[in-house]
């Protein structure tokens, strides 16, 4: 699979160019447009327990899209997120997985499997639904944000602190720890920041700009039902 980033960096899409038969697996509903003669098929992914787990925990949907390329010629499909911003194509070993947050993954290659794992107390207690995706295998994964995308790299030794919200994805293996923001919780209260994550190296780490769940909140509180 060969990945083409359009449109970045603030309505990103990502075009995957496929080889005759070759197939890529993909979040159900991202497909935006395709190349004709492309199979498309919708499974559980890992079946009914794996899949049930990265629906209701992970954030993602219970059906994996599976794409074939036409057998005799190349083909390409448009995947894109719901909302606006840039992409990345992130590269997944053996040696060395990733751990994405709700709703950033895309696609992938075939060879990469996800699954649910435990995000820590602040993606609970910040409204991002307390579990994470785990990517592991070998291959490509292209992942969005909400916003402009930062990749930072963390050398031994180094780290910082973030806003779950502001999450994108980081490397398996990664020291990583949460906290409240302020020593007290009135004063956590009153910063309006709660808990917070604090990441160490040696790793990468991609965040996002804005964050989902601060838009959601603006749009409970100004949207008239929510006044019903």
């Given at each position: 699979m060969q990945v083409e980033l359009r449109h970045a960096p603030s309505f990103a899409s990502a075009r995957l160019q496929l080889a005759p038969g070759e197939q890529v697996r993909a979040e159900s509903g991202a497909m935006a447009m395709m190349s004709l003669g492309v199979d498309v098929a919708a499974q559980m992914e890992g079946g009914f327990m794996k899949s049930l787990g990265r629906?209701?925990?992970?954030?993602?949907?219970?059906?994996?899209?599976?794409?074939?390329?036409?057998?005799?010629?190349p083909s390409w499909i448009d995947v894109a997120a719901r909302l606006p911003g840039d992409a990345a194509v992130l590269q997944c070993t053996p040696e060395r997985g990733l751990v994405l947050t709700r709703g950033s993954w895309l696609a992938s290659d075939m060879g990469v499997t996800l699954d649910t794992k435990w995000g820590?107390?602040?993606?609970?207690?910040?409204?991002?639904?307390?579990?994470?995706?785990?990517?592991?295998g070998e291959g490509q994964v292209v992942v969005a944000s909400y916003g402009a995308l930062d990749r930072i790299e963390l050398p031994e030794g180094s780290g910082f602190t973030l806003d779950s919200g502001h999450?994108?994805?980081?490397?398996?293996?990664?020291?990583?720890t949460t906290r409240k923001v302020a020593r007290k919780?009135?004063?956590?209260?009153?910063?309006?920041?709660?808990?917070?994550?604090?990441l160490r190296g040696p790793g990468t780490v991609w965040t996002q700009t804005r964050n989902p769940s601060a838009l959601v909140d603006w749009l409970t509180m100004v949207l008239p039902f929510s006044r019903s």
């Amino acid at each position: 699979m060969q990945v083409e980033l359009r449109h970045a960096p603030s309505f990103a899409s990502a075009r995957l160019q496929l080889a005759p038969g070759e197939q890529v697996r993909a979040e159900s509903g991202a497909m935006a447009m395709m190349s004709l003669g492309v199979d498309v098929a919708a499974q559980m992914e890992g079946g009914f327990m794996k899949s049930l787990g990265r629906s209701m925990l992970g954030g993602e949907s219970f059906f994996v899209s599976t794409f074939t390329a036409h057998p005799q010629h190349p083909s390409w499909i448009d995947v894109a997120a719901r909302l606006p911003g840039d992409a990345a194509v992130l590269q997944c070993t053996p040696e060395r997985g990733l751990v994405l947050t709700r709703g950033s993954w895309l696609a992938s290659d075939m060879g990469v499997t996800l699954d649910t794992k435990w995000g820590g107390a602040k993606m609970l207690f910040g409204g991002e639904g307390g579990f994470v995706v785990h990517a592991t295998g070998e291959g490509q994964v292209v992942v969005a944000s909400y916003g402009a995308l930062d990749r930072i790299e963390l050398p031994e030794g180094s780290g910082f602190t973030l806003d779950s919200g502001h999450l994108v994805a980081y490397e398996d293996g990664m020291n990583v720890t949460t906290r409240k923001v302020a020593r007290k919780w009135m004063q956590t209260a009153k910063s309006g920041e709660g808990l917070v994550m604090d990441l160490r190296g040696p790793g990468t780490v991609w965040t996002q700009t804005r964050n989902p769940s601060a838009l959601v909140d603006w749009l409970t509180m100004v949207l008239p039902f929510s006044r019903s």
